[in-house]
C-alpha cells in the first residue's frame, strides 16, 4: 500500500487556518511546506517539513532512510503528489506499522539482497526542508541527529557551521 493510499490527516497552510485543531504548515515563495505542527504550537515555532512522495509504500518507508528523516518532527510527515499536498502520515501510523514489521522480523537489520538496489518504476526521494538559525532553507534527504550536517550559511561570505533547527 502507498502511502497516497493510507488515510492521511488534513492539513492547512498557516495563513489560511481557523480554530485549534488539525494541522498547519509554512509555505515558501513557491508554495512548497517549509514547517508542519499544530495551531496552537505555532507561537513556539513548527518543526521542519518532512515530504514523502505518494507513491512510496509503508514498507519502503520504515525499511529506508527516509525513517531517519521522521525524527526532525514529533507530528508526522507530509505526503505530495505531483507538488500538491495530500495530508499529514501521522507518527502513529508508522509506529503502529513498525510494530508489524518488528513481529514478522523486517526491519533494516535483515540480511540485504541484490533486489534491494533496484528501484521499480519512478521514483521520488523522500526529504525534509530545515530552516537553519542564520535563516538558510536546506532539503536533507538524509539525518543524523548526532551527527548533524553542515549549513554552508546564509551568504556567499558565510561560515559554514553545524546545521542548527530553527522553528518556524
Known amino acids: 500500500m502507498t502511502l497516497g493510499e493510507l488515510p492521511l490527516a488534513p492539513v492547512t497552510p498557516l495563513s489560511e487556518a481557523v480554530g485549534d485543531s488539525g494541522y498547519v504548515m509554512t509555505l515558501d515563495a513557491d508554495g512548497w511546506p517549509t514547517a508542519l505542527g499544530r495551531p496552537g ?48 502520515l501521522e507518527q502513529d501510523t508508522v509506529s503502529a506499522y513498525l510494530v508489524t514489521l518488528s513481529a514478522r522480523g ?8 541484490p533486489l534491494d538496489a533496484v528501484l521499480a518504476g ?20 538524509a539525518y543524523d541527529a548526532d551527527f548533524p550536517p553542515s549549513c554552508p550559511g546564509p551568504g556567499p561570505d558565510a561560515t559554514p557551521h553545524p546545521l542548527a533547527i530553527r522553528a518556524e
Open 41 to 88: 504550537s505555532a507561537d513556539a515555532g513548527l518543526s521542519p517539513a518532512v515530504l514523502l512522495p505518494a507513491s512510496m509504500t509503508m514498507a519502503a518507508l520504515c525499511t529506508g532512510g527516509a525513517l531517519d528523516l521522521l525524527a526532525l518532527n514529533p507530528y508526522g510527515a507530509l505526503v505530495h503528489d505531483g507538488g500538491r499536498t495530500l495530508g499529514v
Open 106 to 113: 523486517t526491519l533494516r537489520g535483515d540480511t540485504p539482497a
Open 122 to 141: 519512478a521514483y521520488a526521494t523522500p526529504a525534509a526542508r530545515v530552516v537553519c538559525r542564520c535563516g538558510l532553507l536546506t532539503t536533507l534527504t
